[in-house]
């Protein structure tokens, strides 16, 4: 099936250090999405992104659409404690000749989890 | 938040045993998912719906059906329980128009023995 393919998979860095993660496809992709996940809980969606080249920003935390719609980024300024977590990319594919039928599945990155030290 | 709940949360059940989970939502949105979570292998998309009586498989979906009775509703069942079901089943929603952002439950921890 298809994939993304998420990096790093795991960072260990200290408090106040940026942070970037990355996700990379062969396959073009209409959406992109980031989410955090703490532990014990469901995904929390961050960022949103729709278009080619948006750069969107939530806070400390930037996320790009590149320019290919192949790849995503997402950056962390000035790292937390509380960002502790897993993050995950999710992308959804663009399907050519689809109009109106899309039907919103997503396929999702293997995550990048992320340790803060204060 | 969004208005999602899942039941159980915690369940641990033998080998060959059938078992359902439930996702229920208070958004009205069209759009329904099942994810399992294991280790290594991030969410994989079991099930979806697109409205009450319209399923489809996922990449992940030999050992479960699902049924979708009503907009709020959207059921796993596992008919056979197997110990590789052993997982984390999260449920999600999407409104679906002009945004495919999922809204993600509290998921349901899983435990086949």
């Known amino acids: 099936g298809q994939q993304l393919n998420q990096s790093p998979q795991s960072m260990f860095i200290q408090e106040g250090e940026d942070v970037s993660m990355n996700c990379t496809s062969s396959?073009?992709?209409?959406?992109w999405l980031w989410y955090k996940q703490d532990p014990g809980e469901g995904p929390v969606l961050l960022i949103a992104l729709y278009k080619a080249g948006e750069l969107t920003s939530n806070g400390r935390l930037t996320a790009q659409f590149g320019i290919t719609r192949k790849d995503s980024f997402l950056n962390i300024s000035a790292s937390i404690p509380s960002d502790v977590g897993i993050y995950f990319c999710?992308?959804?594919?663009?399907?050519?000749?689809?109009?109106?039928?899309?039907?919103?599945?997503?396929?999702f990155g293997q995550g990048t989890t992320l340790q803060v030290k204060p | 938040d969004a208005g999602i709940t899942q039941s159980p949360r915690h369940k641990v059940t033998e080998t060959g045993t059938p078992v359902t989970l439930r996702c229920h939502q208070t958004?009205?949105?069209?759009?329904m998912y099942w994810y399992r979570q294991d280790p290594g292998h991030g969410l994989r998309l079991i099930h979806y719906?697109?409205?009450?009586?319209?399923?489809d498989k996922g990449e992940v979906s030999d050992g479960y059906s699902v049924s979708r009775s009503k907009t709020e509703d959207f059921l796993l069942t596992l008919e056979s329980a197997t110990s590789s079901q052993t997982s984390v089943y999260f449920c999600a929603i999407s409104s679906g128009i002009f945004s495919y952002e999922q809204y993600f439950g509290p998921g349901t921890r899983l435990t086949v023995t």
């Open positions: 719906s697109y409205g009450v009586k319209d399923t």
């Open positions: 396959s073009i992709f209409n959406t």
């Open positions: 999710a992308g959804q594919l663009m399907i050519r000749g689809q109009g109106s039928g899309n039907t919103g599945k997503l396929i």
């Open positions: 958004e009205n949105h069209r759009y």
